[in-house]
């Protein structure tokens, strides 16, 4: 069965990290881009981060860059995104999916490629103090 899934949420203080990860099961990561999106309730979908699991490109939201970083672990067919210095904002639940290596990691994530597939049930980070 072809699915990913999130994990490493939670509740944590502001400025405090966590770090979720995206496991593939039933398929490689071979020449796939692996987005990480959050939404929140009256919210759209935001793309947070996507990296390319064949060259290592990756692309962040404005609202993350330099407090996330996007990486994988092609051998364990993981993707994790590591986040710091933690805001009330960043609450939301988190998701990732999978996307064939058709475009750039900015056009897939910029707008949520409609190809993205595979998406995770989702895990829900919470920063509150």
């Known amino acids: 069965q072809v699915q990913l899934v999130e994990s490493g949420g939670g509740l944590v203080q502001p400025g405090g990290s966590l770090r979720l990860s995206c496991a593939a099961s039933?398929?490689?990561?071979?020449?796939?881009?692996i987005g990480w999106f959050r939404q929140t309730p009256g919210k759209e979908r935001e793309g947070v981060s996507c990296?390319?699991?064949?060259?290592?490109?990756?692309y962040y939201a404005d609202s993350v860059k330099g407090r996330f970083t996007i990486s994988r672990d092609n051998a364990k067919s993981t993707v994790y995104l590591q986040m710091n210095s933690l805001k009330p904002e960043d609450t939301a639940v988190y998701y990732c999916a999978s996307l064939p290596l058709i475009t750039t990691v900015q056009a897939a994530c910029v707008r949520t490629h409609p190809d993205f597939r595979s998406w995770g049930q989702g895990t829900e980070v919470t920063v509150s103090s």
């Open positions: 039933g398929f490689t990561l071979d020449y796939t881009i």
């Open positions: 990296i390319s699991n064949s060259d290592g490109s990756t």
